[in-house]
């Protein structure tokens, strides 16, 4: 299994500020997928980072409030822009091994928002 | 239209008392069946994959069954430490507009043994 650290493990944010988080991978991986867990509802993919790429975003997600960065192929970020309380969240980054259509996905231990 | 349902949303136990969690799909074309366990302010632990029907797999005192149409995820004589939420997702060839490799989450069964 992978080892997915995420920093910050939680954070109390001020609504209009920006929020980066930061997903490190203990082994190189392809794709990294960033998910948004909220109160009582299932993950919800925002986006796919590849390196080398910009990274593909859900119906519903845009890059100018959720820009990635993937400058490696263990290190990604995920930037939560001019935030409001509906962007009151878990983020979870996480990895699949084996390819993008076989293997298990794994994920960090997530970051905690909470947007006054 | 959600692409995976599961039932219960919550389900207290005895311990020792067996049960069974479900997960239904309605995506066609399944590539794969996936199970975690979800413990509070954790992120998703991996559990299993299924990925044809009529596959099942074990791990300590879980089981996990696959059908065309749902899984099934038994409790055996479960403990308090077996209290968390248990999530279910597909990955599937024919939702329209997919991304490659995207799973598609449930909301969740929240399990809690008492002792």
């Known amino acids: 299994s992978a080892v997915i650290s995420q920093k910050p493990s939680r954070d109390i944010c001020q609504r209009g500020t920006s929020l980066t988080i930061q997903c490190q991978v203990d082994?190189?991986?392809?794709?990294m997928f960033w998910y948004r867990q909220q109160p009582g509802q299932s993950l919800t993919l925002i986006a796919t980072?590849?390196?080398?790429?910009?990274?593909?975003?859900e119906s519903g997600f845009v890059i100018d409030k959720f820009p990635i960065s993937r400058p490696n192929l263990t290190f990604s970020t995920l930037t939560v822009s001019n935030m409001s309380p509906e962007d009151s969240s878990i983020y979870l980054c996480?990895?699949?091994?084996?390819?993008?259509?076989?293997?298990?996905?794994?994920f960090g231990e997530g970051s905690r928002l909470t947007v006054l | 239209e959600d692409q995976v349902t599961q039932s219960p949303e919550a389900l207290r136990l005895q311990e020792g008392e067996s049960s069974s969690l479900n997960c239904s799909y309605t995506?066609?074309?399944?590539?794969?069946l996936f199970w975690y366990r979800q413990d509070p302010g954790k992120g998703p632990e991996f559990l299993f994959t299924?990925?044809?029907a009529g596959e099942e797999k074990e791990k300590e005192r879980l089981k996990a069954t696959l059908t065309k149409k749902e899984s099934f995820l038994h409790i055996t004589a479960p403990k308090p430490e077996d209290s968390a939420t248990y999530l279910c997702?597909?990955?599937?060839?024919?939702?329209?507009?997919?991304?490659?490799?995207?799973?598609?989450f449930g909301r969740g069964t929240q399990l809690t043994v008492w002792p």
């Open positions: 980072a590849n390196q080398g790429s910009e990274a593909t975003y």
């Open positions: 995506v066609s074309g399944l590539r794969g």
């Open positions: 082994s190189q991986v392809t794709m």
């Open positions: 997702a597909v990955q599937a060839e024919g939702v329209r507009g997919s991304t490659l490799g995207r799973l598609y």
């Open positions: 996480s990895v699949r091994y084996g390819g993008a259509l076989t293997g298990e996905l794994f």
């Open positions: 299924l990925y044809s």
